[in-house]
């Protein structure tokens, strides 16, 4: 997921009550940065907030990073076949979640992409955007299926059948953003809005009472900061989340031709759809960061009959013969309405 939701202008502003004032928290974290607007109880100290929400978010980066090689992922995708590897706690639920969209998407989401990311240069393994040969791309495939992968919960392992590389990028920020969600909670901090690297979730209510909002940022936009009309559309977040994938920042062009980054795990090419983004609200981030990549995958037409299926809000914008045009499934609607 690419940094494609900001903030809108008025929730940079600090506001100050007399019990409770809303404090910015910001950060770094996995090559990204993530912001938090709280509504501090009387009280509380930001720097311990801030240290915590920091250790959150570095918590996640840790585990399940493929950029750092010490992390848990990398540990996991270096085993030796045939292995059984204990995992963190979080770690080993996102991957159970992860495993249970690839089945429920029937692969068009699949952690195990990972071979196929590196090879077309999007991945860790950075080098020259190329197009793979058909022998690179089906000697990568041999290395990629979510089915591959066997989960033990009681021991809370799974199993490295060898070869294969798990890619938790499409869904570690969302996590990490309801990670912080949950420690807020913990400490007593019960309005914020979180983001890390674009996906957002937001509870409870400002001090003067409205909802935290958040404008979607209008594909190909510069900087939704430069003006209303860089926004695609305002959301109102009312204890949900939200994330947004696109293709017109990350992508390569050869031969008069654009690739995108998101790779489609059934054929081990990047999809060729007409989509400029998507924007998923769900109730949490997880489930919103990893549901625009599987809506990416599926295109507007089969993305939309999974959404209706199964009552997923999500916003297509596409690239029109005049122009960008909005496709939303009936959730995504009545999300909108007060």
Excluded at 82 to 106: C, H, I, K, N, R
Excluded at 211 to 234: F, L, T, Y
Excluded at 240 to 268: L, N
Aim: hydrophobic letters at 40%.
């Amino acid at each position: 997921m690419k940094r494609l939701i900001l903030l809108c202008a008025a929730l940079l502003l600090p506001f100050v009550a007399t019990a409770t004032d809303v404090r910015r928290f910001e950060g770094e974290v996995m090559g990204t940065t993530w912001s938090v607007n709280a509504v501090m109880p009387e009280g509380t100290d930001p720097e311990y907030i801030r240290k915590g929400i920091q250790a959150e978010v570095d918590k996640v980066d840790l585990q399940m990073s493929t950029w750092k090689p010490q992390s848990d992922l990398s540990r996991f995708n270096n085993a030796p076949a045939g292995t059984w590897q204990v995992l963190p706690p979080e770690f080993f639920d996102v991957l159970t979640y992860a495993l249970q969209l690839a089945s429920s998407s029937g692969g068009a989401y699949d952690p195990t992409v990972g071979p196929l990311v590196n090879l077309w240069g999007f991945g860790p393994d950075r080098h020259p955007h190329d197009i793979p040969t058909p022998e690179a791309i089906a000697a990568a495939k041999q290395r990629v299926g979510w089915q591959r992968i066997t989960l033990d919960p009681a021991g809370r392992r799974a199993r490295q059948p060898g070869g294969v590389y798990v890619d938790l990028s499409s869904v570690a920020k969302g996590y990490s953003v309801d990670q912080v969600a949950r420690w807020l909670d913990a400490q007593g901090v019960h309005a914020y809005l979180v983001e890390v690297g674009g996906e957002l979730r937001a509870h409870g209510r400002k001090p003067d009472g409205s909802s935290w909002h958040v404008g979607i940022e209008r594909p190909g936009a510069a900087s939704a900061a430069a003006g209303v009309d860089q926004i695609e559309r305002i959301i109102s977040l009312d204890d949900r989340a939200i994330a947004t994938s696109g293709d017109y920042r990350h992508f390569f062009e050869t031969g008069g031709k654009v690739f995108s980054h998101h790779i489609d795990p059934r054929t081990g090419y990047p999809v060729k759809h007409r989509i400029a983004s998507v924007s998923i609200i769900a109730a949490d981030c997880m489930h919103a960061d990893s549901l625009g990549t599987t809506m990416t995958v599926l295109g507007p037409e089969d993305g939309m009959a999974y959404a209706t299926q199964h009552d997923i809000a999500v916003l297509f914008v596409i690239y029109g013969d005049n122009g960008f045009e909005e496709r939303m499934s009936p959730a995504f609607a009545a999300a909108q309405k007060p």
